[in-house]
């Protein structure tokens, strides 16, 4: 069964950095794709980052580009998303998904997904 544990969430003025984990467990992240998606109130899921070991594929968005890095542990089998210089817009719900297949992953329609991460960014 596989299990993907966010953590690292928090409330943090504008400027300021997070640093999010998700450790996946019943799933081999060095062979396959993790990501990272946020949903703000009343809005629609997007997109943030992604990494995919197979092929050595990463996507950031561009509305968190220069400002948010994801990075992996495959030791830990686990995932990083660094957020710097963060933004009252960047306030959401931040969530861990994986899946085999990297086109699944970046369509939003992952297998696998965790519970979500408050992250909540003040002016």
């Known amino acids: 069964q596989v299990r993907l544990e966010e953590s690292g969430g928090g409330s943090v003025q504008a400027g300021g950095s997070l640093r999010l984990s998700c450790e996946a467990s019943?799933?081999?992240?060095?062979?396959?794709?993790m990501g990272w998606f946020r949903q703000a109130p009343g809005k629609s899921r997007e997109i943030v980052a992604t990494?995919?070991?197979?092929?050595?594929?990463?996507y950031t968005a561009d509305s968190v580009k220069g400002r948010f890095t994801i990075s992996q542990d495959n030791a830990k089998n686990t995932v990083y998303l660094q957020m710097n210089s963060l933004k009252p817009e960047d306030t959401a719900m931040y969530y861990c998904?994986?899946?085999?297949?990297?086109?699944?992953?970046?369509?939003?329609?992952?297998?696998?997904w965790g519970q979500g991460t408050q992250v909540t960014v003040s002016s």
């Open positions: 998904a994986a899946d085999p297949q990297y086109s699944r992953l970046l369509a939003g329609s992952a297998a696998y």
């Open positions: 019943g799933y081999t992240f060095s062979r396959n794709c």
């Open positions: 990494a995919c070991n197979v092929g050595g594929t990463m």
